[in-house]
């Protein structure tokens, strides 16, 4: 099981950006993606962001393609989400997750919450217009 740290967070006007950070803990060496997820008030919980191990390919919802970007830090796994240009609609808890291990049955979306085993406690980012 890995323990998840974000930071980042903040308030900001809209159209600045902001970078978040995810910092495992634990063992990674069969973690087979981490993702960045947000929640807000009378939304469903969406994926965002998504690397995975094996490949480095870096999946974004459609929401966000264009304005957010992810990255890795090779060494410490750490998971980075930089968003700019953003928008009152990105105001939401962001929080980092992770699956442990390839799944059994072909490859899935870790942008699909199910997907995921492991959650962080999330940092607040909140977009005044």
Do not use: H
């Given at each position: 099981?890995?323990?998840?740290?974000?930071?980042?967070?903040?308030?900001?006007?809209?159209?600045?950006?902001?970078?978040?950070?995810?910092?495992?803990?634990g063992d990674t060496s069969t973690t087979?993606?981490?993702?960045?997820?947000?929640?807000?008030?009378?939304?469903?919980?969406?994926?965002?962001?998504?690397?995975?191990?094996?490949?480095?390919?870096?999946?974004?919802?459609?929401?966000?393609?264009?304005?957010?970007?992810?990255?890795?830090?090779?060494?410490?796994?750490?998971?980075?989400?930089?968003?700019?240009?953003?928008?009152?609609?990105?105001?939401?808890?962001?929080?980092?997750?992770?699956?442990?291990?390839?799944?059994?049955?072909?490859?899935?979306?870790?942008?699909?919450?199910?997907?995921?085993?492991?959650?962080?406690?999330?940092?607040?980012?909140?977009?005044?217009?």
């Amino acid at each position: 099981q890995l323990r998840l740290m974000e930071s980042g967070g903040g308030s900001v006007q809209a159209g600045n950006s902001l970078t978040l950070s995810c910092e495992p803990s634990g063992d990674t060496s069969t973690t087979y993606c981490m993702a960045w997820f947000r929640r807000s008030a009378g939304k469903e919980v969406e994926g965002v962001a998504a690397i995975y191990f094996n490949s480095g390919t870096i999946e974004l919802s459609d929401s966000v393609k264009g304005r957010f970007t992810a990255s890795q830090d090779s060494s410490k796994k750490t998971l980075y989400l930089q968003m700019n240009s953003l928008e009152p609609a990105d105001t939401a808890m962001y929080v980092c997750a992770a699956r442990a291990r390839k799944p059994f049955r072909g490859p899935v979306s870790c942008l699909a919450r199910s997907s995921l085993n492991d959650w962080g406690q999330g940092t607040q980012v909140t977009v005044s217009s």
